[in-house]
């Protein structure tokens, strides 16, 4: 039988610390909010439900973040930093050979699939907290400044990533019943977006033979 000191021994190893500095503490609840968005969908991300999963009160909850569409908006930015950092990591490896444009596109896919940022998108909307989304757009925004290099068409640029994000969206929401009805491969969205990136990544290696080129020995 657990005597009484074994009893507390045994509390105070579970769950979280009972002291985090503001930063730790608001970092515990996004990556608490981001697993039950993957777990249980997002009409499970609450402020109540988040509070609960790091044993904080909702009080606590509210001096982070203020209200839930607070919540929400703190979420977004933080998958959204997340998700462009690494494509932004995978843009420069395929850049260089080490992914192929198929295995980016899966990159992309999966994060607004497996990864709830598309579930995340829509309830969002359909809750009229629309400028939830913003955190998501500026991060694009600030991915393709970052991979852009000197020399790169700036338009073509934003019409592919506009062209990717999209049909990542879409396929999140309703790539499985769409495909399926047109008689297609569940993956077929990305198969399409991965023709497109590495048609568009031949046309940029292309571009720089002939930089290289026309500049000369």
Known sequence: MATEASKI????????????????????????????????????????AVAGRIGRTHANLLHHFGSASGLQRALAAYMGNNICSKIAEAVVQMRGGVVTPHELADLIF?????????????????????????????????LV????????????????????????????????PLSASLGLPREAGRQIAGRKLAASFDEWQAQLKRQVYEAGP
């Open 9 to 48: 021994i045994e509390f105070k190893d579970v769950g979280m610390p009972r002291r985090l500095s503001p930063e730790a503490s608001r970092m515990a609840a996004l990556e608490a909010a981001r697993d039950l968005l993957l777990e249980a969908g997002p009409q499970a991300v609450t402020l109540k």
């Open 110 to 142: 999966d994060h607004f699939d497996r990864e709830g940022a598309g579930a995340l998108a829509s309830w969002m909307l359909l809750s009229g907290n629309e400028d939830a989304l913003d955190p998501i757009v500026e991060a694009i925004h600030k």
């Open 145 to 176: 400044d970052e991979i852009a290099e000197e020399g790169d068409d700036a338009t073509s640029l934003h019409e592919l990533t506009l062209e990717m994000v999209l049909m990542a969206l879409g396929d999140a929401l309703l790539g499985g």
